[in-house]
């Protein structure tokens, strides 16, 4: 039996005449998600992205799964393709709904005809679709207000179909429509959700990391890649410019006032990743930091380190508590590595009494005694760069 995976578009729909651009934009994601699943052929048309295998070996269970994490998707339904006469659909939806309607008591037929020409009205194939499932299961009922299942029959201008219940999809909006934008990504559990946040709402990522070997190790860094696979999965590929960070942490320690140590480093590390981002055509910078979590993350720290760039900052999870950020965590599979134990450079000099209000002005004059740009020239020379796809894992 021919199978084919029919996708509903998002907000995609909302787009008015950049729809087409948006649409173009998705079924390339789709392609390149796709192509470790086999070969697919992906079309459009009325508000449905049509995912047909080429080959037979194609891995349609894959496919399902990477779909789910595409986003502009709604929803979308692994389907069995049936000629378009109403026999071949009497035969088929029993068939390949099979082992469902053996595992429920009641049913209920949708019918869809978006080709008009098709004989029957969508109230008859019901009826037909209906007796037939009846006919071959005599221990289902059909109950139209809250069935176990709904039988779906799509009679399209290319086809027929017919699937059971539609998967929930990722949602969101197509990777690469909104633009480009630098994630600041340590091995903890916010910086990977705050990444996937944004790529839902359309944002392409590069990837930053700071490092400072040997107070931190090259585990910690993996640590990093292996979390940005599992965000690729959603934001696609992506680069990582990992920054030597270890002279400049230093020079903080060495020159500047304890109490201040965070807050010049995370300044610091704004600015590194300004330029960086420049240099790459990023539009905007985006952190994990949530309002309150840490001393460093207070209104006052984050106005400090807000101030050291002119850039705009994405702060997505700046509303939301610890449990909110774990939820999502679970959800696209980062929790278990970022639980993993590991050193961040935020880590190596903390200091024991940390400012949370720090005044603008000391910090200002604080990180101008010490003449950090000869190391953030250096720093900058020598960024690693490391390719990240979700095909790695
Ligand atoms: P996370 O769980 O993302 O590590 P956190 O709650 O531990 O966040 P901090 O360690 O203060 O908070 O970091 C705040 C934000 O600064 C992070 O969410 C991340 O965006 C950025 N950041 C922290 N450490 C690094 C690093 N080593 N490289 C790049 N960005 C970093
Ligand atoms: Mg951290």
Same mark, same amino acid.
């Given at each position: 039996?021919?199978?084919?995976?029919?996708?509903?578009?998002?907000?995609?729909?909302?787009? %008015?005449?950049?729809?087409?651009?948006?649409?173009?934009?998705?079924?390339?994601?789709?392609?390149?998600?796709?192509?470790?699943?086999?070969?697919?052929?992906?079309? *459009?048309?009325?508000?449905?992205?049509?995912?047909?295998?080429?080959?037979? @070996?194609?891995?349609?269970?894959?496919?399902?799964? =990477?779909? *789910?994490?595409?986003?502009?998707? =709604?929803?979308? /339904?692994?389907?069995?393709?049936?000629?378009?006469?109403?026999?071949?659909?009497?035969?088929?939806?029993?068939?390949? &709904?099979?082992?469902?309607?053996?595992?429920?008591?009641? $049913?209920?037929?949708?019918?869809?005809?978006?080709?008009?020409?098709?004989?029957?009205? *969508?109230?008859?194939?019901?009826?037909?679709?209906?007796?037939?499932?009846?006919?071959?299961?005599?221990?289902?009922?059909?109950?139209?207000?809250?069935?176990?299942?709904?039988?779906?029959?799509?009679?399209?201008?290319?086809?027929?179909?017919?699937?059971?219940?539609?998967?929930?999809?990722?949602?969101?909006?197509?990777?690469?429509?909104?633009?480009?934008? !630098?994630?600041?990504? /340590?091995? %903890?559990?916010?910086?990977?959700?705050?990444?996937?946040?944004? !790529?839902?709402?359309?944002?392409?990522?590069?990837?930053?990391?700071?490092? +400072?070997?040997?107070?931190?190790?090259?585990?910690?860094?993996?640590?990093?890649?292996?979390?940005?696979?599992?965000?690729?999965?959603?934001?696609?590929?992506?680069?990582?410019?990992?920054?030597?960070?270890?002279?400049?942490?230093?020079?903080?320690? @060495?020159?500047?006032?304890?109490?201040? $140590?965070?807050?010049?480093?995370?300044?610091?590390?704004?600015? =590194?990743?300004?330029?960086? !981002?420049?240099?790459?055509?990023?539009?905007?910078?985006?952190?994990?930091? *949530?309002?309150? #979590?840490?001393?460093?993350?207070?209104?006052?720290?984050? +106005?400090?380190?807000?101030? !050291?760039?002119?850039?705009?900052?994405?702060?997505? &999870?700046?509303?939301?508590?610890? #449990?909110?950020?774990?939820?999502?965590?679970?959800?696209?599979?980062?929790?278990?590595? +970022?639980?993993?134990?590991?050193?961040?450079?935020?880590?190596?000099?903390?200091?024991?009494?940390?400012?949370?209000?720090?005044?603008?002005?000391?910090?200002?004059?604080? #990180?101008?005694?010490?003449?950090?740009?000869?190391?953030?020239?250096?720093?900058?020379?020598?960024?690693?760069?490391?390719?990240? /796809?979700?095909?790695?894992?």
């Amino acid at each position: 039996m021919k199978e084919i995976l029919l996708l509903k578009d998002g907000e995609i729909v909302l787009k %008015g005449l950049n729809r087409r651009s948006f649409e173009d934009v998705l079924k390339k994601n789709l392609k390149h998600a796709l192509r470790s699943a086999g070969r697919f052929e992906i079309t *459009s048309a009325q508000s449905t992205i049509y995912v047909k295998p080429l080959d037979d @070996d194609a891995d349609l269970e894959k496919a399902c799964e =990477i779909v *789910s994490r595409v986003f502009g998707i =709604i929803a979308f /339904s692994r389907a069995a393709v049936c000629e378009k006469t109403i026999e071949s659909v009497l035969e088929t939806a029993p068939k390949y &709904l099979e082992n469902q309607l053996n595992n429920i008591k009641t $049913f209920k037929v949708e019918a869809k005809r978006s080709d008009k020409k098709f004989p029957l009205k *969508s109230p008859e194939i019901c009826r037909e679709v209906g007796g037939e499932i009846l006919s071959k299961f005599p221990h289902l009922k059909v109950d139209v207000h809250n069935p176990d299942l709904v039988v779906n029959v799509e009679i399209r201008d290319f086809g027929a179909y017919v699937h059971g219940e539609p998967i929930r999809g990722a949602g969101g909006i197509p990777v690469g429509t909104g633009g480009r934008a !630098a994630i600041l990504i /340590s091995g %903890g559990l916010d910086s990977p959700v705050a990444a996937y946040m944004m !790529a839902k709402r359309g944002i392409r990522l590069t990837a930053i990391h700071f490092a +400072s070997p040997p107070y931190t190790s090259p585990r910690a860094e993996d640590k990093v890649v292996r979390l940005l696979r599992r965000v690729s999965r959603y934001a696609g590929d992506m680069v990582m410019y990992t920054v030597p960070f270890t002279k400049l942490q230093e020079k903080i320690k @060495d020159e500047c006032p304890e109490e201040l $140590f965070t807050i010049i480093m995370r300044r610091l590390m704004m600015q =590194i990743s300004e330029r960086i !981002a420049e240099k790459y055509e990023c539009q905007a910078l985006i952190t994990g930091e *949530s309002l309150g #979590q840490v001393a460093s993350q207070t209104i006052g720290a984050l +106005s400090c380190t807000d101030e !050291a760039t002119d850039m705009l900052v994405f702060r997505p &999870l700046i509303g939301m508590d610890k #449990q909110e950020i774990i939820d999502i965590a679970y959800k696209i599979d980062t929790y278990d590595i +970022s639980i993993e134990p590991y050193e961040d450079c935020c880590t190596v000099f903390t200091p024991k009494h940390p400012r949370t209000r720090p005044v603008l002005k000391y910090v200002k004059e604080a #990180q101008e005694k010490p003449n950090f740009e000869p190391l953030v020239e250096e720093a900058l020379q020598n960024l690693k760069v490391t390719r990240i /796809s979700a095909d790695d894992e």
